[in-house]
Nanobody
Framework: QVQLVESGGGSVRAGGSLRLSCIISGYTFDSRCVGWVRQVTDKEREAVAGLWNGARTYYADSVKGRFTISHDVAKNTVYLQMNSLKTEDTAMYYC??????????????????WGQGTQVTVSS
């Protein structure tokens, strides 16, 4: 059974940084997607970063150049480093895992396992 547990959310001023962590158990990174998805209340979820096969990374245009997804295989952990945060980055952030490939790691439909989410609030 795949389990994902996020941490690292919090409140930060615009321009600041946060790093989210997601510990994944019961899962292999080989030829699969791991991603970070965010959701603002009453709005659709948005995949912001995807990692495929533990090597290729994909980003939504809204975060490209500011966010970085990475992983530590030994720790079974995926990270999302968020720099130059903006107020519009405020959302609940979820870690997700699925069977997609390549750029499909930014497609929500590819994800079948989800964490509980961690809140990120960016103030002006």
């Amino acid at each position: 059974q795949v389990q994902l547990v996020e941490s690292g959310g919090g409140s930060v001023r615009a321009g600041g940084s946060l790093r989210l962590s997601c510990i994944i158990s019961g899962y292999t990174f080989d030829s699969r997607c791991v991603g970070w998805v965010r959701q603002v209340t009453d709005k659709e979820r948005e995949a912001v970063a995807g990692l495929w096969n533990g090597a290729r990374t994909y980003y939504a245009d809204s975060v490209k150049g500011r966010f970085t997804i990475s992983h530590d295989v030994a720790k079974n952990t995926v990270y999302l480093q968020m720099n130059s945060l903006k107020t519009e980055d405020t959302a609940m952030y979820y870690c997700a895992a699925g069977r997609g490939a390549g750029h499909r790691c930014l497609a929500l439909i590819e994800y079948e396992n989800w964490g509980q989410g961690t809140q990120v609030t960016v103030s002006s």
